[in-house]
């Protein structure tokens, strides 16, 4: 991205650190792998610090703040000493600082998710939200990719995943590297992933904006956004970080050039393999409506060339992850079931406008918003703006098809619209500090008193982002402190205090193991879904339909447990094993109830979830009961704390 050229003086050139292409690639590696270095290494590390729970003292926020500080203080002095070295006729600099400065800005981003996410983590095994509602099935999904290192859906036997698999299958595979079960490698494995997304833009952005300072900003700033808008969600947040970039991309790539539309198609490509949601919003109102602006703009067909071959080149890379499941589905003769965008929250029903936010970001928000109004004629930063209008034109869409009974989960994309607007309030920051000042003053200043302006402007957006970094663990407060009081896959709680009936988990994990059945080859009938989350067995049936595979049948499936339940009244033990073994999907190896064996009542109890969408919520539970009586042969039964515990007999 060139800047517009004038006649007034200027202290500095604005892409007097852009890197070549190879430069680029070489760069991006190194980020990508000190990021996960640096990452790993802080996760290792701050495990061997004894810290109090974050729920239950300040010392760790006050460790996170000071951590804060000190990474954004280091690169903010490192970037300000740069730029000084502009105001010289000859830039030259000693080789120590230059790789100094480079390694600094390119791991500072994975050093802000250390100290702003890891470090108040630190004494938790779990990650942000604990196994609260979709973290429950994000965790079962790495147990389960952990365990098998395929195409398997997260539950259902013989099913190629529905969900997205690239994340997933790379968490799974740091497990296996790392020894770890499933659920516990869910928290380094976003440090990690948030990390190397945060460090990889640094390089990018150098290339796209000439500047490493500049760059740098952008990366920490989006970074920061990130772990304070949508760090529960790892795998969609490190999608969304590469939005604004891509939009620059675009500008270059309809206007020619194909290495710029080699880098978009392999975002789009990878990101059909995290967050498809990301995907279709980015490549249809964004990638797409900058295309054809550009064409219609430069009155060329280039553009739709390019994003022709964009389209293809990412579906053939997307056919990595769904290519099993688009062949299952195609051959399927039972209809296909899908209700994951039966979900409208109330900020869902709302226009996000981050710019009239009274905060840091808010106002970095509104010099983002002035600037893309003021520089239209900037082929990239025309992009940006078109990026965001595509944006809020998904969300807007997102409400109007709730007419046809679904939504497109707008809500999801406010991430995306604030850190377009502050990373265009950043290049916005960016030009007043190289051009504004002439043109406020026309006399010419000295090159002290520039760098005292300079200074100045640092200290500046320094503290500002300072400011604002350190309050990510206050505004994730609440999902940290899930992470501290929920129930482990170990049966403990990180703040110490007594665990819940969860804890009961690996008795029942040991005595099915006690019948010789193999985790990944048993099914298991049971509403309990942490259990299921940090055991990789089969589930007969998901919890709920919003994250059912839609070649699993879902609602048959629940019909078929609801007969189950209601026949069981009227059969002896060995019709009701008949009618398990007549279903058409394999019956249950296991059933996990509540209930009491010595006191059965009403019966053994499980619950099944019905979705009611437009509802909010969208989801009712309601109870099955089954007949104690017909557990009494061909089943083995164990009361294992409010639980009770059949296995068939083998």
């Known amino acids: ?108 981003p994975a050093l802000l998710v250390l100290s702003a996410i890891g470090l108040p983590l630190s004494a938790s095994k779990l990650w942000l939200d604990g196994v609260q509602v979709d973290q429950v099935f994000r965790t079962q999904f790495l147990t389960r990719s952990t365990d098998q290192m395929g195409y398997a ?48 833009l640094v390089p990018i952005w150098q290339r796209l904006v000439g500047s490493l300072p500049v760059a740098t900003a952008i990366a920490l700033a989006t970074t920061a956004i990130t772990l304070t808008v949508n760090a529960e969600e790892p795998y969609s947040a490190v999608i969304a970080m590469g939005v604004p970039a891509v939009a620059v991309l675009s500008s270059h790539a309809f206007k020619g050039s194909w290495f710029s539309t080699v880098g978009i198609m392999l975002y789009l490509g990878v990101s059909a393999c995290f967050y498809t949601l990301f995907t279709g919003a980015v490549a249809l109102t964004i990638v797409s409506l900058i295309a054809v602006v550009t064409a219609i703009y430069d009155r060329q067909l280039r553009p739709i060339l390019h994003l022709v071959v964009i389209g293809v080149g990412s579906m053939a890379i997307a056919a990595i992850a769904w290519g099993p499941y688009l062949i299952a589905a195609m051959t399927s003769k039972a209809p296909l079931e899908s209700t994951a965008q039966h979900y409208l929250p109330e900020e869902g029903t709302q226009i996000p406008v981050p710019f009239l936010s009274l905060s840091i970001i808010g106002l970095l928000c509104l010099i983002g918003l002035v600037y893309m109004t003021m520089r239209l004629e900037d082929s990239a930063i025309r ?108 049966g403990e709680r990180a703040d ?17 193991d006690s019948h010789g059945y193999v985790p990944n080859q048993t099914v298991v009938m049971t509403d309990e879904k942490l259990f299921m989350a940090y055991n990789p067995y089969l589930g007969f049936n998901a919890f709920t339909s919003n994250y059912a595979n839609p070649l699993g049948e879902f609602s048959s499936r629940n019909e078929q447990i609801e007969a189950w339940g209601r026949d069981s009244w009227n059969q002896t033990p060995q019709q009701f094993i008949k009618s398990l073994d007549s279903a058409r999907w394999r019956g249950p190896d296991v059933v996990i109830f509540r209930g009491s064996i010595e006191e059965p009542g009403d019966g053994y109890k499980i619950h099944l979830a019905e979705d009611i969408y437009p509802n909010q919520p969208n989801v009712r539970y309601r109870a099955v009961f089954f007949n104690p009586d017909v557990f009494k042969k061909g089943w083995d039964t164990e009361q294992v704390g409010p639980f009770v515990v059949a296995v068939r007999s083998h």
């Open 496 to 512: 110490r205090f007594a665990s819940d009936s969860s804890m009961n988990y690996i008795k029942i994990r040991e005595y099915i």
């Open 383 to 490: 992009a940006l703006g078109i990026a965001t209008i595509g944006a809020y034109l998904w969300v807007v869409l997102s409400m109007v098809v709730t007419l046809v009974g679904t939504t497109l989960l707008g809500f999801r994309l406010e991430s995306i619209i604030v850190i377009l607007f502050a990373t265009a309030g950043i290049l916005g920051l960016a030009e007043i500090r190289r051009m504004g000042i002439p043109n406020i003053y026309p006399a010419r200043f000295s090159d002290s008193t520039n760098k005292r302006i300079t200074a100045a402007f640092a200290i500046i957006v320094a503290l500002g982002g300072v400011y604002y970094a350190q309050q990510i663990p206050e505004k994730n407060e609440s999902a940290l402190d899930h992470a501290y009081t929920d129930t482990d896959g170990n």
């Open 153 to 200: 859906d997260m539950n259902y036997e013989g099913l190629p995943t529905f969900y997205p698999m690239g994340w997933f299958w790379l968490g799974g595979r740091l497990a296996n590297l790392l020894n770890m079960p499933g659920w516990e490698v869910f928290q380094p494995w976003a440090l990690v992933s948030l990390a190397v997304c945060g460090c990889i």
């Open 1 to 108: 991205m060139q800047p517009v050229r004038t006649d007034i003086a200027r202290t500095t050139d604005y892409n007097v650190d852009e890197l070549s292409r190879k430069s680029t690639l070489l760069g991006t590696a190194a980020s990508a792998l000190g990021g996960a270095v640096v990452a790993l290494i802080g996760f290792y590390a701050f495990k061997t610090i004894s810290l109090p729970a974050f729920s239950t003292s300040m010392v760790t926020r006050a460790l996170s703040t000071v951590g804060t500080v000190l990474t954004l203080g280091v690169v903010g002095f490192l970037c300000v000493w740069w730029i000084y070295d502009t105001y010289q006729e000859k830039v030259s600099r000693p080789t120590w600082r230059v790789w100094l400065t480079h390694a600094a800005c390119y791991i500072s």
